[in-house]
């Protein structure tokens, strides 16, 4: 295959050009050498006792049922919900690390970890939905008593999670009626394991009612609870500037790269990095200074909070060694290449894992302790510094390419910069969609995946979204790949179709708004319900000119994230492949019968403009609902009728 296939990024390109000799070291190559299998991939092979692996076939004369009679319908949903427990389990078991060391700065236990409370604001807004009497009260106080009730929400048995109770109350009343309002965290993603289970539950629309549960229990308890706490603790983004592409990495600096998704070390690496005596070590071996960077969602998270640059996105990972100057990469959990290990035997690399959940060969482990933070971060920054001066000068090829980035719209900041002059609001957000500057909004989130040209299908579709006036959100790595493409600039509103241009000209935001990383797309749901309740526009985030969608998604992360956004009551359609496209009874429930349940549904289609006109017509389907589907002419109102306004 040809590398210029494999990817539209500049810089990835550059790599690939100058790596002829060395053709098989990436996940591009390995994907192209490897095809998927075509029984997995439909959702058709039950793998969940020893009677099988079942296969079975979509041809008239193939296998219809497995060994114990479990149909396509039934294997296709037992993966799909397996999948979002899986999805649902990695956020929240981030979440969970999160409130760990929530807790120990809660009880006093803290004291030179550096970590503390650094947003009171959101601090007492959180303390509130649990219940919390706040007033007159010290935040250590206020700490002292959320931390037992944010653990509670992962063990909880009976009653629903607390952030549940943030969502526009048709919504509420929705899942509550169809049962399928979470409650612990751990209980719904501990009853998928259980259905799933050989000989439980076979019926595939109460398997998928059940993975929509547990869904909800990842983007309003799982997630959420990481986004909050994670700003309670390190702040909330607010807009900031900042840099992507692998251009960002220094020849002449020692450069660590922070990659995963758990915050926690990557902030404290970013405090060691400018202390002053590394820097001097630093410059001791030779090296003009230490150069930060990210990739994944860790980047995401420090490029929002203080724009440390971001390397790359999920692809580029093992692009990012081959460039020969990466002195350390540090890695936490979750979309870690286990090829990762084998590369840094051919370069100078020092793999670093943190985390006893993850740890891998060809690394040295490096054990993350929360109270010891800082001084774990200075030392991996030692490793760093000393391998400075190993690197293979043969070996080196750092691409040129790098872009100018705005990143840091939590839906607090969305607030603040789409508001009035005088007060933060999402008025005028509303106001515009519904004069139609705004078509609609549209979430873009997710991944990368080696069988679609990487960054590709993202930059395709969100520019075409931007051309029909839709306001675009965005996390994850297609975040990182729409910053790459230099969308994320207040300049790319010449991209946008007039009305979104005027909007984002008049306000100096870009028409591509960076929301985070994986967990944050619980800042999104915030921000539709926001919308609602800012009104104008329904009474449910199903009645937004909204829609969702991951062009490039790989891992089960991104589909318990879609669940919950279909749960919520958004249209969301994923590209690349879809894990139930063997099963008629499947496909008719996620794609029709949904609707009826969630007032949401899902949609596959892995054609990027296709993919946007999908949106874009539920867009104007939500508009003509709301009766703002007619372009209204502006009327300068004279004094008989402005006195005849009814105010
Ligand atoms: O959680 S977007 S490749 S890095 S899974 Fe992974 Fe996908 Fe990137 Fe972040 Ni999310």
Redesign the pocket.
């Known amino acids: 295959m040809d590398y210029k296939e494999f990817s539209s990024c500049k810089a990835c390109n550059e790599i690939f050009e100058s790596m002829e000799h060395e053709k098989d070291l990436t996940a591009f190559h390995r994907a192209a050498d490897l095809k998927p299998c075509p029984f997995g991939s439909q959702g058709l092979c039950c793998k969940n006792c020893s009677m099988g692996p079942c296969r079975l076939s979509t041809k008239e004369t193939g296998t219809k049922r497995g060994v114990c009679g479990a149909t396509a319908g039934t294997i296709a949903a037992r993966n799909f919900v397996r999948m979002i427990a899986a999805g649902a389990a990695?956020?929240s078991d981030h979440g969970r690390d999160i409130i760990k060391t929530f807790s120990m700065v809660a009880n006093g236990e803290a004291e030179g970890s550096g970590y503390k409370i650094k947003d009171v604001t959101k601090l007492i807004a959180v303390a509130q939905d649990f219940g919390i009497e706040t007033e007159g009260k010290a935040s250590s106080e206020i700490a002292k008593e959320l931390a037992p009730k944010l653990w509670a929400e992962f063990g909880n048995q009976e009653g629903e999670l607390q952030f549940i109770k943030r969502a526009p109350e048709k919504r509420q009343a929705l899942w509550r009626e169809q049962g399928v309002s979470p409650r612990g965290i751990d209980r719904e993603v501990v009853e998928i394991m259980h259905r799933t289970h050989m000989g439980v539950d076979q019926d595939a629309e109460n398997l998928l009612r059940h993975g929509t549960r547990a869904a909800l229990a990842d983007g309003w308890g799982g997630s959420m609870l990481a986004t909050e706490v994670q700003d309670i603790l390190l702040g909330t983004p607010v807009p900031v500037r900042g840099k992507a592409n692998l251009g960002v990495l220094k020849e002449d600096q020692v450069n660590i790269i922070v990659h995963?998704?758990d915050p926690l070390l990557s902030e404290m690496l970013v405090v060691a990095a400018q202390d002053p005596e590394m820097i001097a070590k630093a410059k001791a071996k030779g090296a003009a200074g230490i150069n930060l960077a990210g990739?994944?969602?860790t980047a995401?998270e420090i490029l929002l909070r203080h724009g440390i640059p971001v390397a790359g996105?999920?692809l580029q990972q093992e692009l990012a060694i081959l460039t020969g100057v990466v002195d350390a990469m540090v890695v936490d959990v979750?979309?870690i290449m286990q090829s990762l290990g084998d590369l840094v035997q051919c370069y100078h690399t020092k793999l670093i894992t943190t985390s006893e959940k993850a740890k891998m060969a060809g690394a040295t482990h490096m054990q993350f302790e929360e109270h010891d933070a800082l001084k774990i971060s200075k030392n991996i920054i030692d490793q760093g510094i000393e391998n400075f001066g190993n690197r293979n000068p043969g070996k080196i090829c750092v691409p040129k390419a790098e872009m100018d980035l705005v990143a840091g719209f939590s839906h607090e900041s969305i607030n603040y910069c789409l508001g009035g002059t005088f007060r933060g609001s999402y008025r005028p957000l509303n106001d515009n969609i519904m004069n139609g500057r705004i078509l609609g909004v549209a979430g873009v989130?997710?991944?990368?995946n080696p069988r679609v040209k990487h960054d590709d299908v993202n930059n395709i579709l969100v520019k075409e979204l931007i051309k029909n006036n839709v306001l675009v959100l965005q996390?994850?790595?297609?975040a990182?790949a729409s910053a790459k493409e230099g969308l994320m600039i207040p300049e790319a509103a010449a991209l946008a179709g007039p009305g979104l241009a005027e909007v984002c000209e008049t306000v100096g935001l870009p028409p591509v708004l960076h929301c985070g990383?994986?967990?944050d797309n619980s800042r999104l749901l915030m921000a539709a319900t926001a919308m609602v309740k800012e009104g104008g526009l329904g009474d449910d985030i199903s009645d937004l000119p909204l829609a969702g969608c991951a062009p490039e998604?790989?891992?089960e992360?991104?589909i318990s994230?879609g669940q919950y956004f279909v749960a919520s009551g958004v249209f969301t359609v994923f590209g690349v492949t879809f894990p139930i496209m063997g099963s008629e009874e499947v496909k008719d429930l996620l794609f029709n019968k949904f609707e009826k349940i969630t007032k949401g549904k899902w949609a596959f289609e892995p054609d990027p403009i296709k993919m946007a006109h999908l949106m874009i017509d539920h867009i104007k389907a939500k508009r003509a609902a709301l009766g703002i589907d007619k372009k209204q002419d502006r009327v300068l109102y004279d004094m008989d009728m402005r006195r005849s306004l009814e105010v």
């Open positions: 990695a956020h995963g998704h990739i994944c969602c995401n996105n999920f979750q979309c989130v997710g991944c990368n996390t994850g790595c297609c990182i990383s994986c967990v998604w790989m891992s992360k991104a994230i």
